[in-house]
């Protein structure tokens, strides 16, 4: 069964980057066609989904996110990251990671995402 796990660094400073890790285990992040997402939820707030990583390595983006956010991934530790530059106190919120499972064909289709990690609350001094 397929598992995710959040992996955050503890309070962030304004004006830094906000890294978090992904891990992954009970499936590669190669060896199947799935993509796997970062989203967040800042306090009363709704779900903000803010990219993915597809299994050939291409990246995609939330166009409000696209010029701070990077994702990337290190198939030797099968886990991807998340990193988020000039954090200010809006970033405030609960990240998850997610799986797409991938559904036939070529391109393969997604249709949700399927599997969720716990969550982690990233903080923001102001």
């Known amino acids: 069964q397929v598992q995710l796990q959040e992996s955050g660094p503890g309070p962030v400073t304004p004006s830094q980057t906000l890294s978090l890790t992904c891990i992954v285990s009970?499936?590669?992040?190669?060896?199947?066609?799935?993509?796997w997402s970062w989203i967040r939820q800042p306090p009363g707030k709704g779900l903000e989904w803010m990219g993915v990583?597809?299994?050939?390595?291409?990246?995609y983006y939330s166009p409000s996110l696209k010029s701070r956010t990077s994702i990337s991934r290190d198939t030797s530790k099968n886990q991807f990251s998340l990193q988020l530059s000039s954090v200010t106190p809006e970033d405030a919120a609960v990240y998850y990671c997610?799986?797409?499972?991938?559904?036939?064909?070529?391109?393969?289709?997604?249709?949700?995402?399927?599997?969720w990690g716990k969550g982690t609350l990233v903080t923001v001094s102001s």
């Open positions: 009970g499936g590669s992040i190669t060896s199947s066609r799935d993509a």
């Open positions: 997610a799986r797409h499972v991938a559904y036939g064909g070529s391109p393969p289709h997604y249709y949700g995402m399927e599997v």
């Open positions: 990583i597809v299994y050939d390595g291409s990246t």
